[in-house]
C-alpha cells in the first residue's frame, strides 16, 4: 500500500510538472527571444538617433566614437549616403537576431546580436525551471512517504487489533489516527472488543456457575443410587428411585435455569408455590450428606406459606445457602420461615462462628470466601433471588444468619395473617 500511494502521489506530481513545465519553458523562450529582439530594436533607434544628431550639427562620425554606443558582443554597421559605411564590433557568424532603423537623414542602422546569447539565457532559464521541478519531485516523495505511513502504519495496527480480537485478547486498544474513517473502524473495532469481553465473561460466569450449581445436586443423586445399590428391598428400591427421579428433573431445571440467566439475569418464570414443599425437599436431599458429618438439620417457623418465584431457582438458593453452612458452618443447621409484611421470609442460619468481619458485605461478591471454595454459591443465589423480585441478605454475621425475601401472594383468608405457633418440620 505504502508504494502504491507513492507512485500514485509522484504520477500525479509528474503529470503536472510535465503539463506545467512544459508550458512554462515554451512562455519563457518566446519571453527571452522578444525580449533580445527588443533590445537590439532599442539599441538600433537609439544609435541612429545619435547620428542624425551628429549630421545635423555637422560633428564627426567615426566608429571610435560610436564603438562605446554598442553593448556586449552586439554588430553595428551604420550606412550613410556619400560615405563609407562604419562597422562597429565583429560581424558574428551563425544566426543572429537583427534589425535596421533609418535615420532621418537617410543613414541606415543596423544592429546584430548572435543568437547563441539567447540560447544561453534560455539554458540558464531551463536549468532553473528543471532544480524547481527536481525539489518539487523530492518534496512530493517525502510528503508520499508522510501521508503513506500516517495511513499504513494504522491499518497495520487495526489489523493487528483485529487479529488480537480473532485470537481471544478482548481488551479494547482506545486508540486514535486523526483520520475520521480510521477512527470509524477503530471505534467499530473497540465496541466488538467490548462485546466479546462480555460475551467471554458471561460464558465463563456460565462454566462456573454451572460447576457449582450442579455439582450438589449431582452429589445428592449419587447419594441417592449407592444406597439404591445397596439395598435389597424393592420397596426401598422404587422409594430412592422416585427420590432419584425428582433430583434428576431438578437437575435439568438448575441447567435450564443457568442458561436462562446466562442470557438475561431478568428473565424468570415467576409462579405461586408453596414454600413447605420446597423446603421439605432440600431437608430430605441434605440429611444423608449431614448425617454423615455428624450433624442435624431442621425447619421451624409459620407453615402453609405461598410465595411468588420460581420453586426451582429458590430450591438452588436455599441449596447454596445450607451448603455453605455445612461447608463453613458447625452444629445445628435452620431453616427458620417467617412473615414481614407482604414478604415472606426463610432463614437459614447454623452454630458455627459466622462470616469473618473482614469480609463483611462482601460476602456476596463472587471469588470472596472464607475458605479456599470457589467463592461464587452466594454470589449465583443473590443473582437467583434477583431474577425471580426477591433478594437475598445476611442479617446476622454471628451467629450467621441469611434471609432470603419473597413476595406473597394475597391471601384467601384473614386468618393466614396472623401468625401461628412454631412448628418443627421432621
Known sequence: MRRRLINSTLAVVLVVIAVFGVSLVIVETRTITNSAQERVESEAVRLASIVDSRLLSDEQITGDILRDQVAGERYAEIDMPGRDPIEIGTKPDGEVIKYTADGEQGEKVTVEE????????????????????????????????????RLASP????ASTAERLGSGDPR????????????????VLDGSAERIARMLTAERRLAADASHQLRTPLTALSMR??????????????????????????????VERLLTNARDPRTGSAVTFDLDEVIKQQLEEWRPAYRSAGRAI???????????????????????????????GGGTVAL?????????????????????????????????????????????????????????EMLQ???PVFGLFLSRTPLKKASDDVAGPEQTIR
Open 114 to 149: 548572435p543568437r547563441s546569447e539567447v540560447t544561453r539565457e534560455v539554458g540558464r532559464t531551463l536549468l532553473l525551471i528543471a532544480g524547481v521541478a527536481l525539489l518539487a519531485i523530492v518534496a512530493a516523495v517525502l510528503l508520499a512517504v508522510r501521508q503513506a505511513n
Open 155 to 158: 491499518l497495520t495496527d487495526l
Open 172 to 187: 479494547p486498544r482506545h486508540k486514535r489516527y486523526g483520520v475520521p474513517e480510521l477512527d470509524r473502524v477503530a471505534d
Open 225 to 254: 443410587l449407592e444406597e439404591i445399590t445397596m439395598t435389597e428391598d424393592l420397596s426401598e428400591v422404587k422409594e430412592e428411585a422416585t427420590i432419584a427421579l425428582t433430583q434428576v428433573e431438578r437437575l435439568t431445571d438448575v
Open 298 to 328: 431442621v425447619s421451624s417457623g409459620k407453615r402453609h406459606l405461598t410465595a411468588v418465584g420460581t420453586p426451582g431457582a429458590v430450591a438452588q438458593v436455599l441449596a447454596a445457602l445450607i451448603e455453605n453452612s455445612l461447608m463453613h
Open 336 to 392: 427458620r420461615t417467617r412473615v414481614t409484611g407482604n414478604q415472606a421470609v426463610i432463614e437459614v442460619t447454623d452454630e458455627g462462628a459466622g462470616v469473618p468481619p473482614e469480609l463483611g458485605s462482601r460476602i456476596f461478591e463472587r471469588t470472596i470466601s472464607g475458605r479456599n471454595s470457589t467463592g461464587i454459591g452466594l454470589a449465583v443465589a443473590r443473582d437467583l433471588a434477583e431474577a425471580d423480585g426477591g433478594r437475598l
Open 397 to 399: 454475621a454471628s451467629p
